[in-house]
């Protein structure tokens, strides 16, 4: 059975204090992992995909990198605005149009 | 928001009573989905759609059917809704991306089960 852990649960700083938030997986063969943004009432918005060990992506103060375990979401001097649940998913190797297995999420506040 | 709506947006309804949540796009995309977010969980998936006419199971599909007769419209029905399905519900629609496939995701429905 698939399998995403985030951590942490809720994760509050201060304007401009960097972090990272964790995303473990199992999933029996690695076919993308996502994270998406998620504000309170809407649905989530999409922000990288990540398909092999090793592969980094960014976006403005958001980069995202991915091993073989785990991947890391890092905020670079985030900004009030960057306040928000943050969602890690897996899709496993299969083709077709298999669903995404999704973490609990990290909630992230960010204060001025 | 990848041309996904979604209807109604906010729905109180009765035990027992049937309830459908419909979702609509309009850009053509072959795969469509049914997810639930509660507190607590992770969003999860409920039911899928590879075609018109094409549905696949879940992980949570017990108490919910899903149609879709025309490749823009996906519709999740609950046959008897009872208080266990209060919740959110979102579509999401899988748009190819270099190296696989990306989900998008519409604006959600929150369902009140009385």
């Known amino acids: 059975e698939d399998q995403v852990t985030q951590s942490p649960e809720a994760l509050r700083l201060q304007e401009g204090e960097s972090s990272s938030l964790n995303c473990s997986y199992t999933v029996s063969g690695l076919r993308g992992l996502f994270w998406y943004r998620q504000d309170p009432g809407k649905g989530p918005e999409f922000l990288f995909t990540?398909?092999?060990a090793g592969e980094e992506k960014e976006k403005e103060r958001l980069k995202a990198t991915l091993t073989k375990k785990e991947s890391f979401l890092h905020i670079t001097a985030p900004k009030p605005e960057d306040s928000a649940t943050y969602l890690c998913?897996?899709?496993?190797?299969?083709?077709?149009?298999?669903?995404?297995?999704f973490g609990k999420g990290t909630h992230l506040i960010i204060q001025p | 928001d990848a041309g996904i709506t979604q209807s109604p947006r906010h729905k109180v309804t009765e035990t027992g009573t049937p309830v459908t949540l419909r979702c609509h796009q309009t850009?053509?995309?072959?795969?469509m989905y049914w997810y639930r977010q509660d507190p607590g969980h992770g969003l999860r998936l409920i039911h899928y759609?590879?075609?018109?006419?094409?549905?696949d199971k879940g992980e949570v599909s017990d108490g919910y059917s899903v149609s879709r007769s025309k490749t823009e419209d996906f519709l999740l029905t609950l046959e008897s809704a009872t208080s266990s399905q209060t919740s959110v519900y979102f579509c999401?629609?899988?748009?190819?991306?270099?190296?696989?496939?990306?989900?998008?995701f519409g604006p959600g429905t929150r369902l009140l089960v009385l």
């Open positions: 998913a897996v899709q496993a190797a299969g083709g077709g149009a298999d669903g995404l297995t």
């Open positions: 850009e053509n995309h072959r795969y």
């Open positions: 990540l398909y092999s």
């Open positions: 999401a629609i899988s748009t190819p991306d270099r190296g696989g496939e990306t989900q998008y």
């Open positions: 759609s590879y075609g018109v006419k094409d549905t």
